[in-house]
């Protein structure tokens, strides 16, 4: 299936899922956090909603992205979601799920590398903002 044609809001789901492995595998094989109540606690810097939204705000200032890529993080930022959040805005969760769009798509495509270039800059970005 053509991931242009998936629900924007099943892309970031996906992508949820894809970049939390990316998160998860960088603390433990790189940072060399093994211990549980750690890697929860590293792992929310990565994770967050906001962190995830100011990064898509650097990323298109910075032209870390391309304008297909702005395109399908703008499809996920504006899908309607009837979920109520709790710990965020609903302007910080929609530009959130846009970058988890954006992940989820990239997933589909099987395009692993230009998952780990963005994983690479998010992960420069969060280091210098935390």
Same mark, same amino acid.
């Given at each position: 299936?053509?991931?242009?044609?998936?629900n924007p809001?099943?892309?970031?789901y996906? =992508?949820d899922?894809v !970049?939390? /492995?990316? /998160?998860r595998?960088?603390?433990?094989?790189?940072k060399?956090v %093994?211990?549980?109540?750690?890697l929860?606690?590293?792992?929310?810097? #990565? /994770?967050?909603?906001?962190?995830?939204?100011? !990064?898509m705000?650097?990323?298109?200032?910075?032209q870390? /992205?391309?304008?297909?890529?702005?395109?399908?993080?703008k499809? =996920?930022?504006n899908?309607?979601?009837?979920r %109520?959040?709790?710990? %965020?805005s609903v302007?910080? *969760?929609n530009?959130s799920?846009? !970058?988890?769009?954006?992940? =989820? *798509?990239?997933?589909?495509? *099987?395009?692993?590398?230009?998952?780990?270039?963005?994983? $690479?800059?998010?992960? $420069? #970005?969060?280091?210098r903002?935390?």
């Amino acid at each position: 299936m053509r991931p242009e044609l998936i629900n924007p809001l099943a892309l970031a789901y996906l =992508g949820d899922g894809v !970049f939390e /492995v990316y /998160v998860r595998e960088y603390l433990i094989i790189e940072k060399n956090v %093994t211990k549980p109540d750690l890697l929860q606690k590293e792992a929310i810097k #990565f /994770v967050s909603a906001k962190a995830q939204a100011q !990064f898509m705000k650097e990323a298109i200032c910075q032209q870390w /992205v391309s304008e297909e890529e702005i395109s399908i993080y703008k499809r =996920g930022r504006n899908a309607k979601n009837t979920r %109520t959040m709790k710990n %965020t805005s609903v302007i910080i *969760h929609n530009q959130s799920s846009g !970058f988890e769009a954006l992940i =989820g *798509h990239l997933y589909l495509l *099987h395009n692993d590398e230009r998952i780990s270039e963005i994983f $690479e800059l998010y992960k $420069e #970005f969060v280091m210098r903002n935390s």
